[in-house]
């Protein structure tokens, strides 16, 4: 069941299907004077905010009978913002910042359950510094809702129709099976963290969560910029996604090898004992 906050922001986010998007805009109704404020402030993007204005592109004297006419303008995460502040839910700016937001009840890699919760969707980009490239706003009801691009706008789909790759609900939307942190698998979080360079000298990959683990973890997250300290499934998402060093892979290699050496010989002692 819905709970009258998820409503109110997906009843506001409904209203705005088709209104402009606009990099760096905030809401302002879109008006050539507005745009011209976002091309001085964002000068790498004054082409194509140019090219979606007709009066700009000198098609038009003034702005009635464009399509933009009377509507507020958004970029991506000023849309997801504006539309959880209708629950008094206080969002940075930037798809990457949000995604970083401190006030998240969970997220992760993207899973069937955020097609049923209101909550952010994000796609992940190549920069680890700035790791989300675009968020929306998945509605509850398998339908997301987007600032898509400046010839798209604010558009309305279903959650299948994008490449999302994350999500993460606010603990003020949170419903039980959201904010249950899911458990993860210590030993394979063990190995891709000494695969990545993070030391586990003393136990190594032994399938405990203990102080080492759990140091190692944190080590993770602050240099991945992921807040909170737990080992779920955003950091092994994370972990997969960060380049693995040439020293831990020859090491993995070596390790591999030594495994497999291991094997060798433990069935050469079978055989002979049989």
């Keep these: 069941m819905m709970t009258a906050k998820a409503d109110t922001i997906r009843r506001w986010a409904l209203a705005r299907e088709g209104h402009p998007y606009l990099y760096g805009a905030t809401g302002a109704l879109c008006t050539p004077g507005e745009r011209r404020a976002r091309m001085a402030q964002y000068p790498a993007q004054a082409a194509a905010i140019r090219a979606a204005c007709p009066v700009l592109q000198g098609q038009r004297d003034s702005c009635p009978g464009c399509r933009h006419s009377g509507r507020q303008a958004y970029?991506?995460?000023?849309?997801?913002?504006?539309?959880?502040?209708?629950?008094?839910?206080?969002?940075?700016?930037?798809?990457?910042?949000?995604?970083?937001?401190?006030?998240?009840?969970?997220?992760?890699?993207i899973t069937p359950q955020a097609g049923r919760q209101v909550c952010a969707v994000f796609r992940q980009g190549a920069d680890p510094q700035r790791p989300m490239a675009h968020v929306g706003l998945s509605l509850g009801d398998g339908r997301v809702m987007d600032a898509r691009s400046h010839s798209r706008g604010v558009v309305l789909g279903t959650i299948s129709d994008?490449?999302?790759?994350?999500?993460?609900?606010?603990?003020?939307?949170?419903?039980?099976?959201?904010?249950?942190?899911?458990?993860?698998?210590?030993?394979?979080l063990q190995q891709l963290l000494i695969s990545r360079g993070y030391a586990l000298p003393r136990h190594?990959?032994?399938g405990v969560l203990g102080p080492e683990t759990r140091a190692a973890v944190q080590q993770a997250r602050r240099r991945l910029n992921l807040p909170g300290?737990?080992?779920?499934?955003?950091?092994?998402?994370?972990?997969?996604?960060?380049?693995?060093?040439?020293?831990?892979?020859?090491?993995?290699?070596?390790?591999?090898?030594?495994e497999r050496r291991v094997a060798r010989l433990e069935q050469q002692v079978k055989e002979v004992m049989a």
């Design 229 to 258: 300290d737990t080992a779920d499934e955003a950091l092994l998402a994370a972990l997969r996604w960060q380049p693995v060093p040439a020293q831990a892979a020859n090491a993995g290699e070596r390790l591999d090898a030594l």
């Design 162 to 188: 994008y490449p999302w790759t994350h999500w993460a609900v606010p603990a003020g939307l949170a419903d039980a099976t959201a904010t249950a942190a899911p458990e993860v698998d210590v030993k394979a």
């Design 75 to 109: 970029d991506c995460a000023q849309f997801v913002r504006r539309a959880f502040e209708t629950a008094g839910l206080k969002l940075p700016s930037g798809a990457s910042s949000q995604w970083k937001w401190a006030g998240w009840a969970a997220k992760g890699p």
């Design 204 to 206: 190594g990959a032994d």
